[in-house]
């Protein structure tokens, strides 16, 4: 059961926190429990708050300075954290979507597969196999505009990032730290370990925590195509099972 914890953080912010049993791992329905805790309080809150970012474990509360409804939302939100942990806190409500994302593992275009290979004692074709097996949800959104965090590859994949980053990442750069993954949607510096490439462009606005992504391994000849032709890729699943 999660339990929520609330503290200011500035002048008109509120900071909530999902606490779990568990604060070593953290639990995989940790982001459609945010994002549900987000559009509750989104509803509740109306045209008092400016911004609400979801993050992990937490949910920033950003407020309309000197709004007639501050500081009294701060009990209305007490009360209405103590009223969701009754009501919603155990289900998971609120799934987001499922997105899909072809990626070709290949050293043409990803400069550290081998050597992520080589330091778990995998071939490459194994790495991209452990690394599309799974549904990765999305835990957080930031560095860049459209940067997902996505969690948590297999612990075979785990692999710190460099100790020396990259000037430049490619844009559709698929790379894993540590635990995570993610995909670059643009140009950027980046310490990760770039293991494979997306052909279509992610726009900054692509994803939100609380939906799932899956990466679908294609061939050459596929990749060279849709990034020629990116329209013909579906992003989103239509026949999620758990929408």
Same mark, same amino acid.
């Given at each position: 059961?999660?339990?929520?914890?609330?503290?200011?953080?500035?002048?008109?912010?509120?900071?909530?926190?999902?606490?779990?049993?568990?604060e070593?791992?953290?639990?995989?329905?940790?982001?459609?429990?945010?994002?549900?805790?987000?559009a509750?309080?989104?509803?509740?809150?109306?045209?008092?708050?400016?911004?609400?970012?979801?993050?992990?474990?937490?949910?920033?509360?950003?407020?309309?300075?000197?709004?007639?409804?501050?500081?009294?939302?701060?009990?209305?939100?007490?009360?209405?954290c103590?009223?969701?942990?009754?009501?919603f806190?155990?289900?998971?409500?609120?799934?987001? !979507?499922l @997105?899909?994302? +072809?990626?070709?593992?290949?050293?043409? /275009?990803?400069p550290?597969?081998? #050597? %992520? $290979?080589?330091?778990?004692?995998?071939s490459?074709?194994?790495?991209?196999?452990?690394?599309?097996?799974?549904?990765?949800?999305?835990?957080?959104?930031?560095?860049?505009?459209?940067?997902?965090?996505?969690?948590?590859?297999? !612990?075979? @994949?785990?692999? +710190?990032?460099?100790?020396?980053?990259? /000037?430049?990442?490619?844009?559709? #750069? %698929? $790379?894993?730290?540590?635990?995570?993954?993610?995909?670059?949607?643009?140009?950027?510096?980046?310490?990760?370990?770039?293991?494979?490439?997306?052909?279509?462009?992610?726009?900054?606005?692509?994803?939100?925590?609380?939906?799932?992504?899956?990466?679908?391994?294609?061939?050459?000849?596929?990749?060279?195509?849709?990034?020629?032709?990116? #329209?013909?890729?579906?992003?989103?699943?239509?026949?999620?099972?758990?929408?």
């Open positions: 059961m999660h339990t929520i914890t609330m503290r200011l953080s500035g002048e008109f912010a509120l900071l909530l926190e999902l606490k779990q049993p568990n070593q791992t953290l639990d995989a329905t940790m982001p459609a429990q945010i994002r549900q805790l987000a509750w309080c989104g509803e509740l809150c109306g045209d008092a708050v400016q911004e609400i970012v979801p993050s992990y474990h937490t949910l920033l509360l950003s407020f309309t300075p000197y709004h007639p409804r501050w500081p009294a939302i701060i009990d209305e939100l007490e009360n209405a103590k009223q969701w942990q009754t009501e806190g155990q289900p998971l409500c609120l799934p987001g !979507q @997105l899909q994302l +072809p990626v070709w593992y290949n050293s043409n /275009v990803a550290d597969l081998a #050597s %992520v $290979a080589h330091q778990h004692g995998l490459t074709q194994q790495v991209a196999a452990l690394h599309s097996a799974i549904d990765y949800p999305v835990y957080a959104v930031g560095f860049t505009p459209g940067f997902a965090y996505l969690g948590f590859v297999d !612990q075979q @994949l785990a692999t +710190p990032r460099h100790a020396t980053p990259r /000037v430049s990442v490619p844009a559709g #750069s %698929v $790379a894993i730290a540590d635990r995570q993954t993610a995909v670059y949607p643009t140009a950027t510096p980046g310490g990760w370990n770039i293991i494979g490439q997306c052909p279509i462009p992610l726009s900054p606005d692509w994803c939100q925590v609380g939906d799932r992504v899956r990466f679908v391994a294609v061939d050459e000849a596929r990749f060279y195509e849709l990034r020629q032709h990116p #329209s013909q890729w579906q992003l989103e699943v239509t026949n999620d099972p758990a929408a």
